[in-house]
């Protein structure tokens, strides 16, 4: 009877070490796949905030271009009929401060202005890039020549553009 019962406890010790093993093993993958989960996580939000880094950049040089069209007579840039040697110079002028954008079209006389003493609005393009040249933005708006300030007259519902 002895000898049944040691062989009974032989075969269960047996089992409950290699149960434990099995455990032990899917332990270690659970948490192999936790730390997986998380570096591939930790990698989209490092290129989710490189795209965004790109995006706003090429979005501040786009803005300074038009702050620079503001500044300049669009009755004479608009009867250019290409852009690339204005180009060409804003770039040169612009990359060693990491300013970059291009007046991809002349700016186009949009519509008078008869609260503004019918003066033309300019319709204009400004492509800003990112200093790795990774990303662009291209904006467009409708703006007064350089020097015309306006006022809206909110009263009768107009509102102009500067």
Excluded at 10 to 29: D, F, I, N, P
Excluded at 31 to 55: F, H, P, R
Excluded at 112 to 117: A, C
Aim: aromatic residues 4%; contains cysteine; hydrophobic residues 40%.
């Amino acid at each position: 009877m002895r000898e049944r019962l040691s062989e009974m406890g032989r075969t269960e010790k047996g089992r409950e070490s290699g149960a434990a093993l099995v455990v032990a093993l899917l332990v270690m993958v659970v948490c192999a796949l936790l730390g997986a989960i998380s570096i591939m996580t930790s990698n989209t939000d490092i290129q989710i905030a490189q795209n965004e880094k790109v995006y706003h950049e090429a979005l501040m040089n786009a803005e300074a271009g038009l702050q620079w069209l503001r500044t300049q007579d669009l009755s004479s840039l608009s009867s250019q009929s290409s852009m690339s040697g204005l180009n060409v110079s804003l770039s040169s002028a612009g990359k060693p401060k990491g300013i970059l954008f291009e007046i991809p079209s002349p700016p186009v006389r949009a519509w008078q202005d008869p609260k503004g003493g019918n003066e033309w609005v300019y319709r204009v393009r400004s492509l800003g890039r990112d200093r790795n040249q990774r990303g662009q933005v291209l904006l467009e708006a409708e703006i007064r020549p350089a020097g015309k300030r306006f006022t809206p007259v909110t009263s009768s519902g107009y509102a102009g553009s500067d």
